[in-house]
């Protein structure tokens, strides 16, 4: 065996380790006659840089998917990046603006032609830094969410669902995103809570008899009202049925409108109607068929329409129109509301509610089958709690804006031949789409040049919804060799934030088009917090670059850290210790290997070997053991508790085998352990490496192969996962031992508390009750002799405590250690004989205080309480030193 160097250098062996598996095709699959274990990556944004959410995730993913590996199965992990539309255009229009570059200046084909470059430029950093990770990817099947075949899939899926009636174009109040200048998702919009200003306003009532009262937050848009509501049934608002009112500054007539909707108690119970500008007062001018008045433009600043404060941005406008409103006699007071501000997730702008014309996908249809996958368990969920927030999701569905208007993405396959809003035809090329529009127009002369594309391009959820069909061709060939023989996969990893972005609308996509679900188990990952519990981002400068972390403690370190605190669901509160704990059980790992090769004699071949000797109880102890704790990590990985399982391996590595196990078998002082013991502990190692491996692949690589000669293709990461014997579990070879554990444990403080060295030998008597107990203690003794120096050991029934010892008794027994000749006995007596004067001297003034009446009875209960704990410690105290000072004699 090659010597072994001194300190664990992760660097070069991860290096080392991972062109070795990548080169030699160990993370390719191919469909084969083995059963499948097939997992998708959620493709990274593929501009995007590897940060701690990220790590966390593949860290999961690769866990998984190695474990099947060795389990037999024929993993296949498919990575890929996604497109994203809105992230992407935002970092492209950025990057021109620097170059003096405006997007409105340029065709859509030749910024189409700026955002490949840059994609070209910065894509797939992050799947290469996922390599240091150690992401066994079969990176032969990377995907990309605009390549041509997927790209050809998003048309045909939306030109099916069209077909089917699932698509349609409507006019719809949505979140408009200034910033970016497009629709975004009610998911993609967050809520802040924040402090507003309310606004009273008075509307003079046409017919002179005074005005109207009105409380609002958006003063700036009072030039699209187009109604006054009031609650058919609100006595205080009764006198200003039928009237009308007129808008302050514009002068317009607006009527004044009843609608069950307004609450009777908000303000003067009277409600401006907006509905150009708010989704409740679009849904009340729907019913009282009012006119809409949109006074926004697409960049949320006042068109002509508003007649004033023309051309001002929203913000600016509200500002000008107050004092406008004060010179005009118009506003009432202002007052501090508590209001929920929308905010864009991607550009963090201020949403704006707005009617447009979109594209939208009806989601009744699709959502049932996969709500009921997910309720009766055909999918399931770890942990089991996102079950009601998906139920309580789906059941409220509503129908989804696919449509954006940006120019990166998949361009929505609509061509348009007229002005009218059924004037469009649905193709997947222009000349398809000018055959079908001469068909519907019943025109053959129809030119081309009256054909003109959607702008608009698809969400990027529409494509991503797809990835598990996708990635496999699935649309491309429904009946390929990949697609039948991998889909559906096994299992998702993934943040519950995009529950409902991506989990839900993949499992309709999955029944939609092949008619099941595309997953079998659906993990959740919680999110990555720093000790404060703030969510890491680099705006809050919280976040550790995980390329740094691996640079200092190890890839397998991180990933050690990143598991040591992560069960499925709950956030992880990160600390940088755990991750320096993660380096320092490779050390340990390594420092362990290290040792018993230093016990091999030149010259001499070691086989590992794993065989246990029935008769000695540390053998028997550590057999039980491994085989508990690897059905244990089997059990754990059943339930998803992946954390757990790890901790199960550490333990067993850590406690059982380097502390404990190593320990017990070192031999006496300047010999070598013989020949089989060392192969014993080699084989043990074995094992135990090859179930570690999953979570820490390079340093279990590395010793497996130090452990004996193996070829190019006897990787541990394509070994056989070793399973333990179930006949090797022993309940009661793993209680005696834990009593030996035990005692030494009590000696040892022993020891501590009474500064006596290791090296000094120590008498022990340890008396019992009973035989069987006897038996047990007798049969275990060398156990405390090998990690006790002693120099007698005395084991029996009712032993007499000898004069002058110190006792502690465990679980019935007696263990005795007399301290002549270990202690100053005399030294020791004065000491204890002085904190007994002193504890004597406190308690009687203690009970002085509580003997006082005016003090029981005027001190606060609390104060009172305080003392008579004093008073029953220092009792306990002084009973245990005059028992220690009996001992002494």
Same mark, same amino acid.
Not at 39 to 45: A, C, D, K, T
Not at 298 to 316: C, H, P, S, W, Y
Not at 360 to 376: R, T
Not at 832 to 842: T, V
């Given at each position: 065996?090659?010597?072994?160097?001194?300190?664990?250098?992760?660097?070069?062996?991860?290096?080392?380790?991972?062109?070795?598996?990548?080169?030699?095709?160990?993370?390719?699959?191919?469909?084969?006659?083995?059963?499948?274990?097939?997992?998708?990556?959620?493709?990274?944004?593929?501009?995007?840089?590897?940060?701690?959410?990220?790590?966390?995730?593949?860290?999961?993913?690769?866990?998984?998917?190695?474990?099947?590996?060795?389990?037999?199965?024929?993993?296949?992990?498919?990575?890929?990046?996604?497109?994203?539309?809105?992230?992407?255009?935002?970092?492209?229009?950025?990057?021109?603006?620097?170059?003096?570059?405006?997007?409105?200046?340029?065709?859509?084909?030749?910024?189409?032609?700026?955002?490949?470059?840059?994609?070209?430029?910065?894509?797939?950093?992050?799947?290469?830094?996922?390599?240091?990770?150690?992401?066994?990817?079969?990176?032969?099947?990377?995907?990309?969410?605009?390549?041509?075949?997927?790209?050809?899939?998003?048309?045909?899926?939306?030109?099916?669902?069209?077909?089917?009636?699932?698509?349609?174009?409507?006019?719809?109040?949505?979140?408009?995103?200034?910033?970016?200048?497009?629709?975004?998702?009610?998911?993609?919009?967050?809520?802040?809570?924040?402090?507003?200003?309310?606004?009273?306003?008075?509307?003079?009532?046409?017919?002179?008899?005074?005005?109207?009262?009105?409380?609002?937050?958006?003063?700036?848009?009072?030039?699209?009202?187009?109604?006054?509501?009031?609650?058919?049934?609100?006595?205080?608002?009764?006198?200003?049925?039928?009237?009308?009112?007129?808008?302050?500054?514009?002068?317009?007539?607006?009527?004044?409108?009843?609608?069950?909707?307004?609450?009777?108690?908000?303000?003067?119970?009277?409600?401006?109607?907006?509905?150009?500008?708010?989704?409740?007062?679009?849904?009340?001018?729907?019913?009282?068929?009012?006119?809409?008045?949109?006074?926004?433009?697409?960049?949320?600043?006042?068109?002509?329409?508003?007649?004033?404060?023309?051309?001002?941005?929203?913000?600016?406008?509200?500002?000008?129109?107050?004092?406008?409103?004060?010179?005009?006699?118009?506003?009432?007071?202002?007052?501090?509301?508590?209001?929920?501000?929308?905010?864009?997730?991607?550009?963090?702008?201020?949403?704006?509610?707005?009617?447009?014309?979109?594209?939208?996908?009806?989601?009744?249809?699709?959502?049932?089958?996969?709500?009921?996958?997910?309720?009766?368990?055909?999918?399931?969920?770890?942990?089991?709690?996102?079950?009601?927030?998906?139920?309580?999701?789906?059941?409220?569905?509503?129908?989804?804006?696919?449509?954006?208007?940006?120019?990166?993405?998949?361009?929505?396959?609509?061509?348009?031949?007229?002005?009218?809003?059924?004037?469009?035809?649905?193709?997947?090329?222009?000349?398809?789409?000018?055959?079908?529009?001469?068909?519907?127009?019943?025109?053959?002369?129809?030119?081309?040049?009256?054909?003109?594309?959607?702008?608009?391009?698809?969400?990027?959820?529409?494509?991503?919804?797809?990835?598990?069909?996708?990635?496999?061709?699935?649309?491309?060939?429904?009946?390929?060799?990949?697609?039948?023989?991998?889909?559906?996969?096994?299992?998702?990893?993934?943040?519950?934030?995009?529950?409902?972005?991506?989990?839900?609308?993949?499992?309709?996509?999955?029944?939609?088009?092949?008619?099941?679900?595309?997953?079998?188990?659906?993990?959740?990952?919680?999110?990555?917090?720093?000790?404060?519990?703030?969510?890491?981002?680099?705006?809050?400068?919280?976040?550790?670059?995980?390329?740094?972390?691996?640079?200092?403690?190890?890839?397998?370190?991180?990933?050690?850290?990143?598991?040591?605190?992560?069960?499925?669901?709950?956030?992880?509160?990160?600390?940088?210790?755990?991750?320096?704990?993660?380096?320092?059980?490779?050390?340990?790992?390594?420092?362990?290997?290290?040792?018993?090769?230093?016990?091999?004699?030149?010259?001499?071949?070691?086989?590992?070997?794993?065989?246990?000797?029935?008769?000695?109880?540390?053998?028997?102890?550590?057999?039980?053991?491994?085989?508990?704790?690897?059905?244990?990590?089997?059990?754990?990985?059943?339930?998803?508790?992946?954390?757990?399982?790890?901790?199960?391996?550490?333990?067993?590595?850590?406690?059982?085998?380097?502390?404990?196990?190593?320990?017990?078998?070192?031999?006496?002082?300047?010999?070598?352990?013989?020949?089989?013991?060392?192969?014993?502990?080699?084989?043990?190692?074995?094992?135990?490496?090859?179930?570690?491996?999953?979570?820490?692949?390079?340093?279990?690589?590395?010793?497996?192969?130090?452990?004996?000669?193996?070829?190019?293709?006897?990787?541990?990461?394509?070994?056989?996962?070793?399973?333990?014997?179930?006949?090797?579990?022993?309940?009661?070879?793993?209680?005696?031992?834990?009593?030996?554990?035990?005692?030494?444990?009590?000696?040892?403080?022993?020891?501590?508390?009474?500064?006596?060295?290791?090296?000094?030998?120590?008498?022990?008597?340890?008396?019992?009750?009973?035989?069987?107990? !006897?038996? /047990? &203690?007798?049969?275990?003794? +060398?156990?405390? @002799? %090998?990690?006790? *120096?002693?120099?007698?050991?005395?084991? =029996?029934?009712?032993?007499?405590?000898?004069?002058?010892?110190?006792?502690?008794?465990?679980?019935?027994?007696?263990?005795?250690?007399? !301290?002549? /000749? &270990?202690?100053?006995?005399? +030294?020791?007596? @004065? %000491?204890?004989? *002085?904190?007994?004067?002193?504890?004597? =001297?406190?308690?009687?003034?203690?009970?002085?205080?509580?003997?006082?009446?005016?003090?029981?009875?005027?001190?606060?209960?609390?104060?009172?309480?305080?003392?008579?704990?004093?008073?029953?410690?220092?009792?306990?105290?002084?009973?245990?030193?005059?028992?220690?000072?009996?001992?002494?004699?």
């Amino acid at each position: 065996m090659a010597e072994i160097p001194k300190q664990f250098e992760p660097g070069p062996v991860e290096r080392h380790w991972y062109a070795h598996w990548e080169t030699n095709g160990f993370f390719r699959s191919t469909p084969d006659d083995r059963p499948p274990f097939t997992i998708l990556i959620p493709p990274p944004n593929v501009t995007g840089v590897l940060h701690m959410g990220h790590m966390l995730n593949n860290t999961l993913q690769d866990v998984l998917v190695r474990r099947a590996r060795m389990r037999g199965f024929n993993a296949c992990w498919v990575p890929g990046t996604d497109h994203a539309s809105i992230a992407t255009e935002a970092k492209v229009v950025q990057k021109l603006r620097k170059e003096g570059i405006r997007k409105g200046d340029l065709t859509r084909d030749e910024f189409l032609k700026h955002a490949w470059e840059w994609t070209e430029k910065h894509g797939g950093i992050i799947l290469q830094q996922l390599r240091t990770l150690g992401a066994s990817c079969d990176w032969d099947r990377t995907r990309f969410t605009m390549e041509p075949s997927l790209y050809d899939a998003v048309i045909d899926c939306f030109i099916d669902l069209h077909d089917r009636g699932l698509i349609y174009r409507g006019l719809r109040m949505v979140n408009w995103d200034p910033e970016a200048r497009t629709v975004v998702s009610d998911e993609e919009v967050l809520h802040k809570e924040t402090t507003a200003t309310l606004y009273h306003i008075r509307y003079p009532l046409t017919d002179g008899s005074g005005h109207v009262t009105i409380a609002t937050v958006r003063p700036e848009t009072i030039m699209a009202d187009t109604a006054v509501a009031i609650h058919p049934d609100n006595p205080k608002t009764a006198h200003l049925k039928g009237k009308r009112v007129r808008i302050p500054l514009i002068d317009r007539e607006i009527p004044i409108i009843e609608d069950a909707y307004v609450d009777p108690e908000f303000g003067t119970g009277a409600l401006k109607v907006t509905p150009a500008h708010d989704k409740n007062d679009f849904e009340i001018g729907t019913r009282h068929g009012l006119e809409v008045i949109d006074i926004l433009n697409a960049d949320a600043t006042l068109n002509e329409k508003a007649r004033i404060l023309v051309g001002q941005d929203r913000f600016a406008a509200r500002k000008a129109i107050v004092p406008l409103l004060q010179e005009g006699g118009f506003l009432d007071k202002t007052e501090e509301y508590a209001s929920n501000l929308a905010l864009s997730e991607r550009t963090e702008a201020v949403i704006e509610p707005r009617l447009s014309l979109q594209w939208f996908v009806k989601m009744q249809e699709l959502g049932k089958p996969a709500l009921d996958a997910v309720v009766n368990g055909e999918v399931r969920f770890h942990p089991a709690k996102f079950t009601n927030t998906y139920r309580h999701w789906m059941e409220n569905i509503q129908d989804w804006c696919i449509s954006r208007q940006l120019w990166w993405g998949h361009r929505i396959p609509a061509w348009f031949y007229g002005e009218g809003e059924q004037d469009y035809v649905i193709a997947r090329t222009e000349a398809e789409a000018l055959e079908m529009a001469r068909a519907k127009t019943g025109n053959p002369e129809l030119d081309a040049m009256r054909l003109r594309q959607d702008e608009d391009v698809l969400d990027t959820w529409f494509s991503s919804w797809l990835w598990p069909i996708s990635v496999f061709d699935g649309f491309k060939d429904p009946d390929n060799r990949d697609i039948r023989y991998y889909y559906p996969t096994n299992d998702l990893v993934t943040a519950p934030e995009i529950m409902f972005f991506w989990v839900a609308r993949m499992i309709m996509a999955g029944y939609a088009f092949k008619g099941q679900a595309p997953f079998r188990n659906v993990y959740y990952t919680g999110i990555v917090r720093d000790k404060q519990r703030r969510k890491m981002s680099k705006s809050l400068g919280n976040s550790p670059d995980p390329l740094d972390l691996i640079a200092q403690y190890g890839a397998d370190g991180t990933r050690a850290g990143m598991l040591f605190s992560s069960p499925a669901g709950n956030d992880l509160l990160f600390d940088e210790g755990l991750v320096e704990q993660g380096r320092n059980f490779a050390n340990k790992i390594w420092n362990a290997f290290r040792f018993i090769t230093m016990q091999m004699e030149d010259g001499r071949a070691y086989v590992p070997n794993a065989v246990f000797d029935e008769t000695d109880p540390t053998d028997r102890w550590m057999r039980s053991r491994v085989a508990r704790t690897f059905a244990e990590m089997d059990k754990a990985f059943e339930e998803y508790r992946i954390s757990d399982a790890l901790h199960g391996i550490y333990k067993l590595i850590w406690d059982d085998f380097c502390d404990w196990y190593i320990e017990l078998n070192k031999p006496a002082y300047g010999t070598r352990m013989a020949p089989a013991v060392v192969e014993k502990l080699l084989g043990v190692f074995e094992l135990l490496m090859a179930r570690l491996h999953p979570f820490m692949p390079f340093i279990t690589e590395e010793i497996w192969h130090r452990l004996r000669e193996r070829g190019t293709g006897e990787a541990l990461m394509m070994a056989a996962e070793p399973a333990g014997d179930p006949a090797w579990i022993s309940d009661e070879a793993e209680t005696a031992f834990a009593l030996q554990q035990e005692l030494v444990s009590v000696l040892r403080n022993i020891r501590a508390e009474k500064g006596v060295a290791n090296a000094h030998p120590i008498r022990v008597v340890i008396s019992t009750a009973d035989a069987a107990t !006897l038996a /047990g &203690l007798q049969a275990g003794r +060398a156990i405390l @002799e %090998r990690l006790q *120096k002693t120099e007698s050991l005395d084991i =029996g029934i009712g032993l007499a405590k000898p004069r002058g010892s110190t006792t502690v008794v465990l679980r019935g027994l007696e263990v005795h250690v007399p !301290l002549e /000749g &270990l202690v100053d006995l005399d +030294a020791e007596r @004065e %000491r204890i004989s *002085k904190e007994i004067e002193r504890l004597e =001297g406190f308690l009687a003034s203690v009970r002085t205080k509580l003997g006082n009446a005016s003090f029981a009875e005027r001190a606060p209960a609390a104060i009172v309480e305080n003392e008579r704990n004093k008073e029953r410690d220092a009792t306990a105290s002084l009973g245990k030193l005059r028992a220690l000072l009996d001992d002494l004699g």
